[in-house]
């Protein structure tokens, strides 16, 4: 037993040298590790650290860079003015295109119209009644009314559906009347549409429609023309294009047209009032036309054929001063573009002068 326990203790004995010095190599081989990692960064940092001459090589490359990047913008700058000249160059030569092609028609226009004019007959003008002559009296008709469908209106009596149907077939036949002075005084544009100026459509058609604002309004609303703009006058809006978009229309029912298109398109049997423009008239020592008094050559302005005073040429409800270029005349009375308007879309018509 004393035998066995001496081999055990120095079978220990080896094991415990052993072990130690298997901690000995391994930790030698650890710092022998770390000192070759230690020793390659100093090297890798020592390659790493820039010299002069890198650093003028990395400046002058990034010089380089930035004149490349500046004339790339130089380059794209310039195509961008090229192109926006060639765009500013086609949108001109297009509006000289429609400028002279108006002036190639304007010879021979006023000679169709007057054809045209003449192939109506008189009953060119030849307004229906209106079918709530009977029913409002001298009153103007409210809002509500004014938007009911000429169907609503005609059911109030006999005479008044007789006067509805007569009014929704006058203006279909106002709507083809429209269409064909179009297609008369017009151009074919880029896209083979049918255009007309304003302008020409106001001055040619005086004598053929009542109120050619109002009747584009409504063609527009039915989707037979189209223009910009909420409500056209002449002279401000004579550059406007017309443009036709139906060369036809079917004959609508009662159900199509309301009271306030049939107003909108008539004046009550009255002449519309000319828009905003300059007229021209020689004449001196005339009377005033509002006051009555001796107009002289340093105080006079002409509006609608009449002399009157630079002072008395004034808006008839806001009392604004008017001026030659900016007014509109309706029945030898004057306003301003501001209330012109206003009173034409609460009236529905050239008629609230009354």
Known sequence: EEEEEEEKKKKEETEEVARQ????????????QETGKRGRSTTVNKQRRPTKKSTTEERQRKMTLALERQEQDMARFKDEARRKMEQEKREQEYKNAVKQQEHRTRETVGQKARAA????????????????DDQVGDDEPNEKVMERRLSVVAQRSTKSKERAEAATKWLDKQIRK?????QLLGFKNNQGQTQA??????????????AITGLLITARKHKVVLFE??????????QVLITLLKTEITDSSLETYTYRQFRACSISHKRKGKGFQATSMQTSNAKCHACGKTVYPMEFVSANDLPMHKTCFRCTDCKCTLTPSNYAALNNKFYCKTHYESNYKKRGSYAFDE
């Open 21 to 32: 010095k298997t901690d000995l190599d391994r930790k030698q081989t650890r710092e022998s």
């Open 229 to 238: 703009g909420d409500m056209l006058f002449q002279g401000r809006d004579d």
């Open 197 to 210: 100026t304003f302008g020409v459509l106001f001055r040619e058609t005086d004598n053929i429609f009542e």
């Open 178 to 182: 429209l269409i064909e002075q179009v």
């Open 117 to 132: 004019v003449e192939k109506l007959g008189t009953h060119t003008l030849n307004i229906p009644d209106d079918p709530l």
